[in-house]
């Protein structure tokens, strides 16, 4: 990941207008006091040493907003600074080009001009010790690496550590990012669980309730209204039993002695989940039936989960909307490899609902299916005893582990 360089700004920066005038009023402070850095070479004037120092001030307020240009400026001005004569001022601001040249130039820039320093100090020196038999030799290339090499590859070092810092951060806002995203894709799914787990536990209470409430007011019976409270009233009590239990677990976390939630259903329950149908069912002229193998065997605890709760939404489906008839549950399992779920319900096509519903049933049983892997149909289908409404899934059930 490398960091995104930051717009060079239009106009010198405070700190570099500083340094421009400090360099020069010190420059100038040294021309008056004659401290220069050495006789004038070639025959050169000493006063060209002020237009070195000049021109070395006026590419100092360049050094943030065009580096690589302050750097062009500044290798003629320091080559005439010392042909001439030199001031330490203008030595000075040379080797603080060199560093802003690497640490805000271009990256391709950076990377060469350390390496190219070395090259050049190396160069110089043996040109000088080629051309000058002295022991002087040396300290022109320890002056020469002081102003070049060392500035180069501080500037590098500096730069390097910045982009790290600037690709952690980033790093940190990205991980920062996934996690809230993470957090809230939790949330989601943790709503939608807490919204299928509602629904199972309170739809087939509201729907008898629903039915037997209607039943109550079109029948002119008091046997037959008697019953239907009754009913009424056993699921009701039922219902705000269950709620009960799972508001106190989603507001606590931890099941209580009297708000403990019931245990996971298994399908050992589906006997008792038929018989509650079949009084719920009986003023509707429905009757259920289930056919399983005497044993099965083990599934995963989440794919037993899922097949008790898609049979007990089938169920109150066939409550609110199947004609009169037989509701046939049936539990299928291939070598232990696949657990086979169908339900058929009596279905004449009436557009409307017989009691309240939202469909959304159905979504929760795909979402269920989907969550394990399995597959999921449900809808009218034409056989030899008629049409019928079918609802299938196809759960993978794969043996629990056994504890050694």
């Not at 070092?157 to 957090?183: G, K, S, V």
């Not at 298994?266 to 289930?290: E, P, W």
Request: net charge neutral; hydrophobic share 45%.
């Amino acid at each position: 990941m490398r960091p995104r360089l930051p717009a060079p700004p239009r106009r010198p920066h405070r700190h570099d207008v500083l340094l421009a005038g400090g360099g020069l009023l010190c420059g100038l402070l040294l021309w008056t006091l004659h401290l220069h850095g050495g006789p004038p070479q070639f025959g050169l004037s000493p006063s060209l040493t002020l237009v070195a120092l000049t021109a070395m001030s006026g590419a100092e307020l360049l050094r943030r907003t065009a580096p690589m240009a302050a750097l062009a400026v500044a290798v003629p001005a320091l080559a005439l600074d010392v042909s001439s004569a030199s001031l330490l001022a203008t030595d000075l601001m040379f080797t603080d080009l060199v560093y802003a040249a690497v640490l805000y130039g271009r990256p391709a820039a950076a990377r060469r001009i350390p390496p190219y320093s070395v090259l050049l100090t190396v160069l110089a020196t043996g040109v000088t010790a080629a051309c000058w038999h002295s022991s002087r030799v040396l300290d022109v290339g320890i002056a020469l690496a002081l102003v070049t090499v060392c500035p180069a590859w501080t500037g590098m070092a500096i730069r390097n550590h910045r982009d790290e810092a600037e690709a952690a951060r980033l790093r940190a806002e990205q991980t920062a990012l996934l996690a809230e995203r993470d957090r809230r894709e939790a949330v989601i799914r943790e709503r939608a669980r807490m919204a299928r787990e509602l629904h199972d536990l309170v739809a087939g209470h509201l729907s008898a309730i629903a039915i037997h409430s209607t039943a109550a007011q079109t029948l002119d019976d008091p046997a037959a209204t008697r019953d239907a409270l009754g009913v009424i009233r056993e699921n009701s009590v039922q219902g705000l039993a269950e709620m009960r239990r799972l508001i106190g677990l989603l507001r606590t976390g931890k099941p209580g002695d009297d708000e403990a939630p019931a245990a996971t259903p298994t399908l050992d329950g589906l006997g008792a989940l038929l018989a509650r149908a079949r009084t719920n069912g009986a003023a509707s002229g429905l009757s259920f039936a289930l056919d399983a193998p005497p044993a099965t065997p083990p599934v995963a605890a989440p794919v037993e989960l899922a097949a008790y709760r898609i049979v007990q939404e089938s169920l109150t489906n066939a409550l609110k909307h199947a004609a009169p008839g037989e509701v046939l549950v049936r539990l299928a399992q291939d070598a232990g490899t696949a657990l086979t779920v169908t339900v058929r319900s009596p279905y004449d096509g009436r557009p409307g609902p017989r009691a309240p519903g939202s469909g959304a049933g159905l979504t929760g049983m795909r979402e269920r299916i989907a969550l394990l892997g399995g597959e999921f149909e449900a809808g009218p289908h034409s056989g030899p005893a008629g049409t019928v409404w079918l609802v299938r899934a196809a759960l993978p059930a794969p043996e629990e582990e056994t504890p050694r």
